[in-house]
Each structure stands twice: as C-alpha cells, then as structure tokens.
Nanobody, 123 residues
Framework: QVQLVESGGGLVQPGGSLRLSCAGS????????VGWFRQAPGKEREVVSC????????FPSDAVKGRFTIARDNAKNTVYLFMYPLKPEDKDVYYC????????????????WGQGTQVTVAS
C-alpha cells in the first residue's frame, strides 16, 4: 500500500510560481505512474500531468502544457509539480495519485490518492 501526502500549495499572484510535492511512503513511487490532478468546487477532477514509471515520460494536459512540469526525485520518493506562470484559472485543489502501468486519463485506474493541497491564484 502507498501513502501519499501533498504539500506546497498556497496563495500566489498571477504570474507567480509554486512547487507542489507529493511524498510517498510504504512503497517506492518508482514502481508507479504518478499523476497530478486538480478539482474545483462543483467540477470533475481532471488530469494535470502524469509521469510514467517505465521511462519517466510525461503527459501534461493542454491547459498546462508549457507552464507546468512534473518531475521525480526517486531518492526522496517524491514527485513534484512545478507551476509557472500561474493563472487565476489554475485555482483548484491539487491531488496526486498512483497507478500501476502507464499513465491514464481514467481516474478510476488510480488506486492511491493523497488528501490534496489548495492552490489559490489571486492579486
């Protein structure tokens, strides 16, 4: 079983940056595809980006392509989401989750989820 804890969220101005962390315990995240997701109140949770376990290939969504970068630190068993430049529409609760096999846009395939971290982008 894998436990995930997100951190790094907060309030930032438009054009600013944040680094979100997804710290894993219980098993090495190296064995899993790790995805970042976000959800606004009343909306469905959506994929932001995903890092494949097989070759660390990355799959950012069109909304964040060129602005957000996902990266692994296997020594720290942590996956990061670097976010820059942030826009007001990026305001959401951000979650990380893991699955065996390749990255997927099907959220039901992700077995383990963190509790989420809030990102707010406002002047």
């Amino acid at each position: 079983q894998v436990q995930l804890v997100e951190s790094g969220g907060g309030l930032v101005q438009p054009g600013g940056s944040l680094r979100l962390s997804c710290a894993g315990s219980g098993r090495s995240l190296h064995h899993y595809a790790v995805g970042w997701f976000r959800q606004a109140p009343g909306k469905e949770r959506e994929v932001v980006s995903c890092s494949s376990s097989r070759d660390d290939s990355k799959f950012p969504s069109d909304a964040v392509k060129g602005r957000f970068t996902i990266a692994r630190d296997n020594a720290k068993n942590t996956v990061y989401l670097f976010m820059y430049p942030l826009k007001p529409e990026d305001k959401d609760v951000y979650y990380c989750a893991t699955k065996f096999g390749p990255c997927s846009h099907d959220l039901t395939e992700y077995a383990y989820w963190g509790q989420g971290t809030q990102v707010t982008v406002a002047s």
